[in-house]
């Protein structure tokens, strides 16, 4: 049976509806990851989740420790994880409140440690990462968001940023050329790592903002935080309804 894990990010420090039975504080041999591992139930159905950015939300992207999490949720026998990203949208049909289930990925990030392999004498494997996500978790969210009637995008390119700040409007443009349709910071090393210890994996995205040089007015914050809450509210209905379906 699958194990289900909810990595959530910025907006999701700690998960709305999830009846929380006990916290597992984990310590890998990358580190610890970035909150203590909360096992519950949505909606019935059994979840452990992580919050990414730490519990107050004190950890900026670069500073995630990737493989930590990774490896925290592996040791305690996840099969399936659900990564959840607040983006911007770059394409014009990923407007603000709209989830995305992307298909691919395009890696724009440095010097984040990107991978498990590495330490001397380690043997190591070349992972295919033709297709970054799994194709059962992306069928689960989009059928979800189906049934919910959620506004989705059932397809698309994340292009990760470095961060923490913002783009600019002539990178956005550059990766609008190269195919990306939403922006975040967190989406690699994050998926090449589950890859790499056979971990399912699928990124659930909701647009909070529109990308730099989207809007003449610029991104702004104050509006950015109200539709993070509503994104917040759109998530959970499509991760109650998700949860209902079978995995394997
Ligand atoms: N850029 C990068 N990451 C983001 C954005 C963005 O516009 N919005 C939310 N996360």
Do not use: W
């Not at 990010?9 to 591992?37: C, D, I, Q, W």
């Not at 959840?84 to 709209?98: F, Y």
């Not at 992307?102 to 590495?118: E, K, L, S, V």
């Amino acid at each position: 049976m699958a194990t289900i894990a909810i990595i959530g990010g910025t907006g999701l420090t700690n998960m709305p509806g999830l009846t929380v039975h006990h916290r597992e504080m984990v310590k890998t041999e990358y580190g610890a990851p970035s909150s203590p591992l909360i096992h519950g139930e949505l909606n019935g159905h059994s979840v452990i989740f992580l919050a990414r950015h730490g519990r107050r939300h004190t950890i900026p992207p670069h500073m995630v420790n990737y493989r930590a999490n990774l490896m925290a949720l592996k040791e305690v026998g996840v099969s399936h994880v659900i990564a959840l990203a607040a983006v911007g949208g770059i394409s014009d049909d990923c407007q603000e409140r709209t989830i995305v289930i992307p298909d691919q990925i395009i890696d724009y990030t440095h010097d984040r440690a990107h991978t498990f392999y590495g330490a001397k004498n380690d043997t190591f494997r070349h992972i295919d990462f033709s297709e970054p996500y799994c194709p059962v978790i992306r069928k689960r969210l989009i059928e979800a968001c189906n049934t919910a009637s959620v506004n989705h995008v059932s397809s698309g390119v994340y292009g990760a940023t470095q961060g923490p700040r913002l783009e600019t409007a002539a990178e956005i443009r550059r990766m609008e050329n190269d195919g990306c349709t939403i922006v975040g910071m967190t989406g690699m090393p994050e998926a090449a790592l589950a890859r790499e210890i056979d971990m399912q994996y699928a990124c659930c995205g909701m647009v909070v903002n529109r990308a730099a040089g989207k809007v003449s007015t610029g991104i702004d914050f104050s509006q950015l935080e109200g539709v993070l809450k509503e994104s917040v509210e759109l998530i959970r209905v499509v991760l109650e309804e998700t949860l209902k379906l079978e995995f394997e």
